[in-house]
């Protein structure tokens, strides 16, 4: 965990004080002692809010309302959209233009959001007005009317035995939403069930929407806990004011399960709760598994259109949704009656966004919790080195779980060593020796690479002459079907080219090995068995995955091939064999949490496999079988090579042990981003490394240049990281873009 959770009262450099926005006046009206006045931010890269007069006839706006103001000056003018952040400013001194038309009363936005907005602005060094078109829906951030709060609404069974006489239609109906578990009034029109049906069954009290939601009659009722379950159980303190649980549990060992406990618990006390994923359309079972328990809950991630997304924010808001689960963005969710923060895999990298506002809605959820003083839990098998360090220093409480809940055993880990192999599909001959014993004993086998593509190169025979991206510096990836390279870093793509540019040689080589090019391989070797490939190319639709899982759930022996998404948050219970592929390049990674990163993909790709009765293994294939990743991983788990590589972050002077950021800048100009990043200045307690090229120095024709900063004290750090903006703002020209990163996932 980044924030610094350990004084209670506010540090210094968090202003909380909603007069803190600094102000520029807008000019016009003389104050008076009876003229009311506003301060607004703007949705604009500012610094600063700006003063309005509040005209007569308006009535007392709130902090938090949607104002329309006039923005610019002269013809240039136009009205826009900002955000009350302060009434009657008292430093205002000059006339002041009024306020075009006051949007909401009483207003949209929650007094606690908008004190987590000030913290925000503050802690990411982010423009205020900024803050806020990122918390805002872009459907709310229009001069129109608010959405209806209702909208789609999302059905589930109220009634398992509903008696529906002969009504076929119905019936149909009936049985299709006991299938899907739940459904929206959208997905039910899809669906081909017309509203009258809808309406049909919920008169005769068959299906409900969430409103209704009943903890005491929970529709699927819960396992007994196990042992160490219940031992979790009693330990986690949900009536008591903020607190932050870890829980720290290996895949499969119930760790959704104590959520659904706690959440029962918020729940049937009226409150609300919000539930954090990584990414929500590639597990359709996380919803369906939280409504089967306890009917509709509201889901927002990435798929939901503006209109949605802004219903869905009304729905918290009036109260009527009682449980939200969302990606990154649902951190910010309105719920006035908000009792319990879950964040699911914590250690996740989505959970921090990579522009613009740069937060970790891990972070942010911590803040909100302690703002609200409630309780959140973390939860994953392979947590952030952050939130491990807060666990060892006391500041989480730390409960872990060792078992599967079912009780099957963790699959084994063997490294493969395969200098001088020759290789087919990208597996060594003996590899496939082994998936092969597999199918024929009717296990499933999953291949993980994490390479999209045919190849991740295309070389000449004769001259080694590679093919490059022409505006970043990276190879191209061939990919088939059709045949073409493409630059996986800024989408730029091209044809294949019939003979080598440099050296007019006719033959050129694909070297390495992507998703398709073992799918291709493995198919020919294995044509008794189906193959299913899941990565971004080849399933880019949720109804495509959802296809694939049910296939992979029938439990045939078959070959899965795939990506990180085949390796998120699924559980393949006939999985008996794990094979990982290409992890040699992730292995030289220059960035100093790459260890972590491939401790903790090693570790959740293991855990997608084996059951009670069919243990699984897991071959890691590799030109390094001596690192010491694999033997630490091999002897001690994740715990185990967490704690040296804690020890070692420590020794080095690196997160979690001290503060870091990083000021990047970038230009179509080769040095102007560094010659920018030269003016910032030294401050005391903060190590300025850089400027520095980036480890990948040209991105979509733009170089790009950092600066590291890493400070004994977080106080120090914003306070320099301040004095930056400051210079930036001051020095920057318009073909640099500049930007800060507090936290940063990586350093790359
Ligand atoms: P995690 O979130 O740690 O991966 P889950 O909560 O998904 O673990 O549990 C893994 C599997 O074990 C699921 O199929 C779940 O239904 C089952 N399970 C969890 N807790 C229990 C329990 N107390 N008794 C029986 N089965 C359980
Ligand atoms: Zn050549
Ligand atoms: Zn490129």
């Not at 969710?333 to 921090?352: C, M, Q, R, T, Y």
């Not at 296990?443 to 025979?461: D, E, Y």
């Amino acid at each position: 965990m980044a924030v610094d959770i350990r004084h209670n009262s506010q540090p210094a450099f968090i202003s909380l004080d909603m007069s803190a926005t600094s102000k520029t006046s807008a000019r016009e009206q003389a104050p008076g002692d009876s003229a009311r006045s506003i301060r607004v931010v703007v949705p604009r890269p500012m610094r600063s809010g700006f003063d309005y007069a509040v005209p007569d006839d308006w009535p007392e706006p709130q902090v938090g309302a949607r104002v329309s103001v006039s923005f610019g000056r002269g013809a240039s003018a136009r009205d826009i959209i900002g955000i009350v952040t302060q009434l009657n400013p008292d430093d205002v001194h000059a006339r002041l233009k009024p306020a075009t038309r006051l949007l909401d009363n009483p207003a949209l936005l929650p007094e606690e959001l908008v004190r987590l907005a000030h913290w925000l602005s503050t802690y990411y060094h982010h423009p205020l007005g900024e803050v806020f078109a990122t918390l805002l829906p872009s459907a709310l951030r229009r001069d129109s009317n608010l959405p209806e709060a209702r909208g789609s609404r999302r059905w589930v069974i109220a009634c398992a035995d509903a008696d529906l006489g002969r009504a076929h239609v119905q019936r149909q109906a009936f049985e299709w939403l006991t299938e899907q578990r739940s459904a929206t009034d959208d997905e039910l029109r899809q669906a081909g069930i017309s509203s009258a049906t809808v309406r049909a069954l919920a008169a005769r009290g068959a299906i409900t929407t969430s409103t209704d939601i009943d903890v005491q009659h929970q529709l699927e009722s819960p396992p007994a806990p196990t042992e160490e379950q219940a031992s979790a159980l009693a330990q986690i303190e949900v009536n008591d004011g903020f607190g932050c649980t870890l829980i720290d549990g290996v895949t499969g060992s119930g760790k959704t399960e104590l959520y659904l406990r706690l959440i029962e618990q918020v729940l049937s006390q009226g409150r609300q709760v919000l539930v954090l994923v990584p990414e929500i359309s590639l597990t359709p079972q996380t919803v369906a598994r939280f409504s089967a328990r306890f009917g509709a809950v509201d889901s927002q991630h990435s798929a939901l259109s503006d209109g949605e997304r802004a219903r869905s924010w009304m729905r918290c808001q009036s109260g009527e949704t009682r449980i939200v689960i969302g990606t990154r963005s649902a951190v910010f969710a309105p719920l006035n009656e908000l009792g319990l923060i879950v964040v699911d895999e914590e250690h996740d990298g989505s959970f921090k966004q990579q522009d613009g506002l740069r937060y970790n809605a891990r972070d942010v959820a911590l803040v909100r919790a302690r703002n609200l003083n409630i309780p959140v839990v973390l939860g994953s098998a392979t947590p952030a080195l952050e939130s491990l360090g807060n666990a060892k220093a006391g500041r989480y409480q730390h409960v872990t779980l060792t078992r599967r809940a079912g009780g099957a055993e963790l699959p084994g880990l063997q490294v493969l060593d395969i200098r001088g192999h020759s290789l087919v599909g990208g597996i060594s001959p003996d590899l496939i020796r082994v998936m092969r014993s597999h199918l024929d004993n009717k296990g499933q086998v999953l291949v993980f690479i994490n390479r999209r593509g045919f190849a991740p190169a295309l070389m000449c025979t004769d001259c080694r002459w590679i093919a490059s991206c022409e505006a970043c510096d990276a190879k191209l990836t061939l990919h088939r079907q059709p045949a073409h390279l493409r630059c996986h870093h800024c989408g730029h793509g091209e044809a294949v080219p019939a003979k080598c540019p440099a050296c007019d040689n006719m033959e050129l080589t694909s070297v390495g090995t992507g998703t398709q090019r073992s799918e291709e391989e493995l198919s020919a070797r294995f044509p008794d068995f189906p193959l299913i490939r899941i990565d971004r190319d080849s399933t880019r639709s949720k109804a495509r995955l959802e296809a694939h899982l049910d296939t992979i759930n029938k439990g045939e022996p078959m070959i899965l091939i795939g990506t990180q998404m085949l390796a998120k948050g699924h559980h393949f219970p006939d999985v008996t064999l794990v094979v990982v592929l290409g992890i040699d390049g992730a292995l030289t990674s220059v960035d100093f949490r790459a260890p972590e990163r491939i401790a903790a993909l090693l570790t959740q790709v293991a855990g997608r496999a084996g059951r009670a009765e069919r243990p699984g293994s897991v071959w890691i294939q590799t030109l390094q079988p001596e690192h010491p990743l694999f033997a630490c991983l091999a002897d001690h788990g994740y715990s185990g090579f967490a704690q040296l590589e804690l020890a070692q972050r420590q020794a080095a002077g690196l997160p979690p042990e001290v503060p870091l950021a990083i000021v990047r800048a970038e230009s179509r100009h080769p040095t102007a981003g560094s010659e920018l990043l030269n003016t910032l200045g030294d401050y005391a307690g903060v190590t300025k490394l850089g400027p520095a090229p980036a480890p990948m120095h040209r991105r979509d024709e733009r170089f790009r240049w950092q600066v590291l900063l890493l400070a004994q004290e977080r106080r120090a750090l914003h306070a320099a990281l301040a004095a930056h903006v400051e210079t930036l703002g001051n020095q920057a020209s318009r073909q640099v873009r500049w930007s800060i990163d507090v936290d940063p996932f990586d350093t790359l």
